[in-house]
């Protein structure tokens, strides 16, 4: 069983692989790099467990150095309080992202931010985020490893 879902995961981060590589190959002959919405290589990480997906479009959040994700959240979606160890530099490409302070989930603080919003929530302050009306594609970046701890479970 271990075996599998090891197999499932890591063919699962293929896409994904395969566009960090292409970029990073055009990136070594000082070419412009371009990554299309269809060219994009969405994935499921282990720990997204929600139906989010994720998708590596520069570097590597899991590693550190300079790095760009996208995140796609299904609407209806909702992410429990949580914090970063570090800022979370948020840019929402589609749809209405719902953002909220605290340490607790709370629906009537959610403020909407519609595409185009940008968003810089600091290190370590409590917050979650929701996708009411719709599905939601935000684009985050950073220069360290991502990382994420969740007060709510």
Do not use: C, N
Request: glycine share 10%; net charge positive; no cysteine.
């Amino acid at each position: 069983m271990k075996k599998t879902i090891l197999i499932a995961a890591a063919v699962a981060m293929i896409p994904a692989a395969i566009t960090l590589t292409t970029i990073r190959a055009q990136q070594s002959k000082q070419e412009i790099v371009s990554v299309t919405p269809e060219q994009v290589r969405w994935f499921t990480p282990a720990y997204y467990k929600d139906g989010r997906q994720r998708a590596q479009l520069f570097g590597d959040s899991s590693r550190g150095g300079a790095w760009v994700d996208r995140v796609k959240i299904p609407a209806g979606a909702r992410v429990l309080a949580h914090t970063h160890p570090h800022d979370e530099l948020v840019t929402v490409i589609e749809g209405t992202w719902y953002l909220g302070e605290g340490e607790r989930f709370d629906p009537a603080k959610l403020k909407g931010y519609p595409a185009g919003s940008f968003i810089v929530v600091p290190a370590g302050v409590p917050h979650y985020v929701a996708a009411k009306d719709g599905a939601v594609i935000v684009q985050l970046s950073g220069s360290s490893k991502f990382g994420t701890d969740y007060l709510e479970k």
